[in-house]
């Protein structure tokens, strides 16, 4: 009988990427980095196990949004009281918070469980071109 192939967790010996964001479409790149955050690149894919690598997304702040979304594009933040819910266009998040329009798209890629939010700590968004990371010798992704 044969035995299935189960992936082993690489641990600390986890690769290391670095994507640029500047003029790239949100959708587009949020789709490369949940891929390589869940391993689905490699062919050792096993939805079970977290073999997904570390990415570093440097300027943020400058992706790019397709048509009207930068008006029209809704971001909905709610703090658990009445009255709490506080909503605000991607213009509003990108002036203040860039990083988190990435890590929204991505995370809306990724399954809802256990395995997803530890591949988010995996995910570093810089919103300039400079990264505090250079010590891990990431590979940058061309795209």
Known sequence: ??????????????????????????????????????????????????????????NAAQVKLTGRKEEQKLYHRYSGYRNGLKTFT???????????????????????NNIARKMMTRLKVFAGAEHTHAAQKPVEIKL
Request: charged fraction near 25%; aromatic fraction near 8%.
């Open 1 to 58: 009988m044969q035995k299935s192939y189960r992936a082993p967790n690489p641990g600390a010996n986890r690769a290391w990427f670095v994507v640029d964001a500047k003029d790239r479409p949100l959708g587009r790149l949020a789709v490369v980095i949940a891929n390589k955050l869940r391993a689905k690149d490699l062919p050792t894919f096993d939805p079970s196990v977290d073999a997904g690598a570390f990415v570093i997304v440097v």
């Open 90 to 112: 991607a213009a509003v998040m990108r002036a203040s918070h860039p990083d988190r329009m990435i890590k929204e798209a991505v995370w809306g890629m990724l399954p809802k």
